[in-house]
Each structure stands twice: as C-alpha cells, then as structure tokens.
C-alpha cells in the first residue's frame, strides 16, 4: 500500500524520511525506523519500503488463497509462523497491524487445514495398506489351493497380475510405513515362491508320469503293429492290448492323443481285413437273403391250411430247404426270421388244437360236462314247458335265457 510523499514534510500515511533518508514506519505505538535509502530521493526511499511492504501483503494474500481452497502445503503452519515472526518488526513501510491481524486469522484455519490434511493422509495411508494387504491375501489364497484343483496357466497369470498391481501400488499410491510395506512384501513373495515350488514339483512329475505312460503305450503300439499280418485273426489280441492300453493311464493331453492316432492306426488294419471279409460275406449272404424271401413266399401259403398234418408235412420241407439255404446279411436276420416264426406258430397252433380235444383226459371233463348240459337243458325245456302251460311269463324268460346260454356251452364243446 503506498500514499504520496508530501514535498514539505516528506511523509505518507504510514511512514515518512528524515533529512539524512531514514526511512520510519508508524505504528499503534509510534514509529519506528526501518533502514536508509542513501542513493535516492525521499520519494525513492519510501518507495522501496513501501514494495516490502507489498511483497509481505502479496504472500499473506497468496497464503489465504491457498488454505481457502486447501491447496497450501502440508507446513502451512510453518508458513504462518514464519511470516507471524517476519511481521514483529519488518523492514517496511505500510499498515503492518493489517497484516499481523490477517496473519492471527490464518493461524487457526492453518492448524484445522493442517489437521485434515494429516487426517486425509492417515486414511490414504491405511487404503495403500488395505490395497496391498488385499494383493497379499490373493496371493496366499492362490498359494494356498489343493494341487488337484490347481488350474496352472490361469494361477501364473494372476500371480503376474498381482505383481504389476503391487508395482503400480508402490509407484503411484501414498508411501506406506516401511515396515508394514517390508511385512506386507514378504508374505508375498512367501506366496509367489510357494506356488512357484508346487508348479516346479508339479510339472515335474508330470514329466516323470508323461515318461512312463509313454514307455508303456508305445509298447503296447508295438504289439499291436505286430498284428498286421493276422488280419481278422488278430482282433481278439488287439482287444486284450486295448485293456493293456486302458489300464496304462494318461499322459498329457498332447502326448496321448498322438499314443492314441498310433495305437488306433494298427486296429484300424485289423479291422478293416474284417470289414473287407465281412462285405464280401454279405455278398453272398445277399443271394441266400433273395431266396429265403422266395421261399418265404411260397411257405406263407401255409398260414390259410387248417389241415394240422398237411401243414405240418409241408412246414418240415420249408425248413430243411431254408437251412440249405444258408445265412442272409445281419441286417435282415430278425426280419425274415420273424416271418417264418409267424408260419411255425401256425402250424403250432394247429397242432395244439388238435391236441386238446383228443387229449383223453380233457375228452372225459368234456364228456362228463356234455351230460350234466344235455340233463340241465332239457330239465329247463320242461320247465319251459311248464311255465307256459301255467301262463308264468316271468318265469319262462328266465328259463329261456338259461336255456339259451347252456346251448351255447354245449356248442362250444363240439362233437
């Protein structure tokens, strides 16, 4: 803050300069000399006062600024203090009890500003430290799996993952204690090595396993390229090292697929002489299957014979011929089988009837039932009789549906 110097007196509201260019500032309790200003005028001399002045009121302005935003730095405090201590007697020119009652003002909103501040590093302090407790705690997890339910690949790139987020953490992340981020980093590495040593172990005996299982499937290939030579004759040994094969275990993935590609190769040899047999025997068997149909024809003719005799004579020539005839193709076994199956129930049947009304036994019951029916229709004709000479229509009725149902078992018995 700066006033004109007056001519006569060489003098402002706040200071003035004396005869020999001592510059004095006045305060609540006088003035007070603040230096000399040799080399100029009094004009110069105060102004230059009065620019200490400015550059004090400029940082005090500055200052309230920044804790009005809460951008000040973390020793705003000591910021307040220093000026407090430059304000006691500075070197200018101006209203300094302005400025002191500015400075008394910041000093409080210094130390709440201060407060918060410290507040808000404490609490991102303990956020990096969750954050990177939580990385430890995955990392243990991982670690910590049952080696059957361990997916390798996948674990490795989340333990990589981990890294990177713990180096990003350390890089941008509020500083940590260092020992609490000393604790913190060796649990993790205790976890990364844990992993690390149950992959190593891991994928080692899997290279010991994949040895074995390929020592004895390549065996086993061999035995059954061996075979080649016996063609059909050779299945029944291919299917024992099939057993052999099953009970040798797996390698990986990779290796068993390729055991597999050999193994399967040499039965493929084996199998097809037995499909290159097997068409050619359906060939013949695919003329035996025209004539078994042919006669099937003819000998279905035999489903209209009730002639248990004739049927039966004629059923026997049918089956000596379709057993000269031969095998047909598997496919259409159960077809033409079932058709003559149909003919010999027939013929069956024929003779089952027979049986039962000539079976001596049976003829008695019969005989005996036939005399209690022809006793009891004729009691009931009389009864008839009787009840429409006596003009009972109701009993009648009754005896004519008697009548009429015991005519009908009597038929059924035949002669």
């Known amino acids: 803050m700066s006033s004109t110097v007056s001519d006569s007196t060489n003098e402002t509201t706040w200071g003035r300069v004396d005869e020999t260019l001592t510059v004095y500032v006045r305060e609540a309790d006088g003035e007070r000399a603040v230096g000399q200003y040799p080399d100029g005028t009094a004009e110069e001399a105060l102004a230059y006062f009065e620019r200490k002045y400015a550059d004090l009121a400029g940082q005090i302005s500055l200052l309230e600024q920044r804790i009005a935003r809460g951008t000040a730095a973390a020793d705003v405090a000591d910021t307040v203090a220093r000026l407090r201590e430059q304000l006691v007697e500075p070197a200018a020119v101006g209203d300094l009890a302005a400025l002191r009652e500015r400075i008394a003002k910041l000093d409080g909103k210094a130390h709440?500003?201060?407060?918060?501040?410290?507040?808000?590093?404490?609490?991102?302090?303990?956020?990096?430290?969750?954050?990177?407790?939580?990385?430890?705690?995955?990392?243990?997890?991982?670690?910590?799996?049952?080696?059957s339910s361990v997916r390798w690949k996948e674990t490795g790139q989340a333990f990589e993952q981990l890294f990177t987020d713990w180096q990003a953490a350390q890089r941008g992340g509020p500083q940590v204690p260092k020992s609490q981020a000393d604790a913190l980093w060796k649990r993790f590495r205790a976890a990364r090595q844990q992993f690390d040593t149950a992959r190593r172990a891991h994928f080692a005996q899997l290279d010991a396993t994949n040895k074995d299982v390929k020592q004895r499937k390549e065996r086993i290939i061999a035995a059954a390229e061996a075979l080649a030579p016996k063609g059909i004759d050779g299945i029944s040994a291919y299917r024992s090292l099939l057993d052999e094969w099953k009970a040798a275990g797996r390698a990986s993935r990779k290796l068993d697929d390729q055991l597999w590609a050999r193994f399967k190769a040499a039965g493929d040899v084996l199998y097809a002489a037995k499909a290159a047999e097997v068409a050619q025997t359906n060939e013949e068997y695919s003329a035996n299957l025209v004539a078994k149909e042919e006669l099937l024809g003819e000998a279905e003719a035999l489903l209209q014979v009730t002639d248990r005799v004739a049927a039966r004579k004629r059923l026997t020539e049918f089956q000596i011929r379709w057993d000269e005839i031969g095998r047909v193709p598997r496919e259409s076994v159960r077809a033409v089988e079932s058709r003559l199956r149909a003919i010999e129930d027939h013929v069956k049947q024929l003779e089952d009837e027979h049986w039962r009304k000539s079976?001596?036994?049976?003829?008695?019951?019969?005989?005996?039932?036939?005399?209690?029916?022809?006793?009891?229709?004729?009691?009931?004709?009389?009864?008839?009789?009787?009840?429409?000479?006596?003009?009972?229509?109701?009993?009648?009725?009754a005896a004519e549906e008697k009548l009429s149902t015991q005519r009908s078992w009597l038929a059924a018995l035949g002669d």
């Open 112 to 147: 709440e500003l201060t407060e918060k501040q410290q507040a808000e590093r404490e609490a991102a302090k303990q956020e990096a430290v969750a954050k990177r407790e939580a990385i430890v705690v995955e990392a243990e997890r991982l670690a910590a799996q049952p080696e």
């Open 359 to 397: 079976n001596p036994e049976t003829k008695a019951r019969s005989e005996g039932l036939r005399g209690q029916l022809e006793a009891s229709i004729s009691e009931l004709e009389a009864e008839i009789a009787a009840a429409e000479s006596a003009g009972d229509a109701k009993a009648k009725s």
